[in-house]
């Protein structure tokens, strides 16, 4: 928005969603429609779609964020769990990115980006759920960048690593890591910050990535190429995290 954006942020709290458009606005002076939806409804996509298609008459970018996750062994994930998560991540992925693309990127062009994570290229431990589900996004990232590519849409994948003041940092360990003084097996020896991740998806949907399509940005300081899967930390960390 600081960038010239108007602005649909969704979420199935209304709400929640509310109260940030109101601080969005207020911090940048653009416009933030607030749009309550579920992303594995896809007729919830379709009513917020039409609505923002109506008060700002186009859309040019898609940020495909929405996620689900905790921590949790695969022997202990309900069968439930595991297809929640996939539900959330990759189906709703794909359920926003058809709708858009039908109702307004097929006939005028744009820019996705994908949220995904690491957590697959090592196989981290506690994570088979989102793993396999931003795995398969990362994939369907190369998919539709090669089907929609002919129709000037650019889709990308942005994979952060751990980001202080967010809900994943909370469910994920994220403050007891740096607690415990894990920030030195960052190589940059720090977590990341909001700002750090908003930069790099405004450069992939900025000019200057104008020839940027079918790849994965990661943004995490180093992380996975060093991050080791510690059985003994991340026992602690189950064990802590249930209290979460
Ligand atoms: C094991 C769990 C669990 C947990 C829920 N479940 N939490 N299993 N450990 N901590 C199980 C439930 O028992 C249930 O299975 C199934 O998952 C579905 O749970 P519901 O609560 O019914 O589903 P729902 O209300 O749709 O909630 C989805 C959710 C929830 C994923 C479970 O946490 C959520 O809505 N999260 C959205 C916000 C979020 O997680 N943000 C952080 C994203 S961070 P049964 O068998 O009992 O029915 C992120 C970053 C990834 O994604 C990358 C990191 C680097």
Known sequence: ??????????????????ESAAKLMAATGQRCLPAS??????????????????VFGKVDILVNNAAGNFLCPASGLSFNAFKTVLEID????????KLLYQKWFKDHGGVIV??????????????????????????MTKHLAVEWGPDNIRVNSLAPGPVSGTEGFRKLGGLLMAAADHCKVIPL?????????AHGVLYLVSPAASFVT???????????????????????L?????KL
């Open 214 to 236: 079918g790849t994965s940005l990661v943004i995490d300081g180093g992380h996975w190429l060093s991050g080791a899967n510690d059985m003994s930390a991340i026992q602690a």
């Open 114 to 139: 994908n949220i995904t994570a690491t957590l697959s290229y090592r196989g981290q431990m506690l994570q088979v759920h989102a793993g396999s589900a931003k795995a398969a996004i990362d994939a």
């Open 37 to 54: 939806m579920d992303v594995r409804q896809p007729e919830t996509i379709k009513a917020a779609v039409e609505k923002m298609l109506r």
């Open 189 to 197: 020896q720090r977590v990341g910050t909001k700002t750090e991740i």
């Open 238 to 242: 189950l064990q802590a995290s249930a």
């Open 1 to 18: 928005m600081r960038h010239g954006c108007r602005t649909v942020i969704a979420s199935r709290s209304l709400e929640r969603v509310q």
């Open 90 to 97: 990759t189906i709703g992925t794909f359920n926003t990115s």
